[in-house]
């Protein structure tokens, strides 16, 4: 019996995922994707705040799920994990926009404190194409609603590359050429929407 992560990958690499508030889609590349089932990469989650100031800014915590002080006003709570799909993609969902916060919340809850009796394995989600609709005074707020499946072992095509982030020290930020151009090219293809309004 085959199981939902035993394809091969024909092509390897992360790119970028986000949910689009208001018309309740997944969009990785300027594209719309589906998400049907999705693993959960419990070494790269990070937890902190994020702001768009002309540029991304994150500030993380050095421990996962650990709350740290709001560096200054307009930052907003967010996150980052890698995330690989039953169709054999690979995503960095990393976000600070309200409604996918509240949606990573609901999925760690399920698995947080089971990382450490699961070490090798990943969480397995199934994207239950339903949102939770919090209503704000400006816009409602749907959230991408997820189903735990439970723990199962790391395929091997889920690996992260280690070009993956820019490298930070000393206040300089460094990165692969490939990295830069990817980064630019994102910034280029999108414009500012609900998403990236802070509240």
Known sequence: MSTIFENDVSETGTSFIMHKNADKTWNAGGEVVGLDKIMICPDTIKTGWGMWNGTYETKYSDVPFVKIPKPEEGFKEAF???IYTNDNKQYLWSRFSFGEYQAFKKLAVEFYKDIEANKGKVPVFEYTNTHEVIELKALNINV???????WKDRPADFVVPVWEEPMIADGEVSMSEKVAAATQAQIDRQELTDDDIPF
């Not at 991408?144 to 439970?150: A, N, Q, R, V």
């Open 80 to 82: 980052s994990m890698n």
């Open 144 to 150: 991408p609603l997820f189903k735990f499946l439970g």
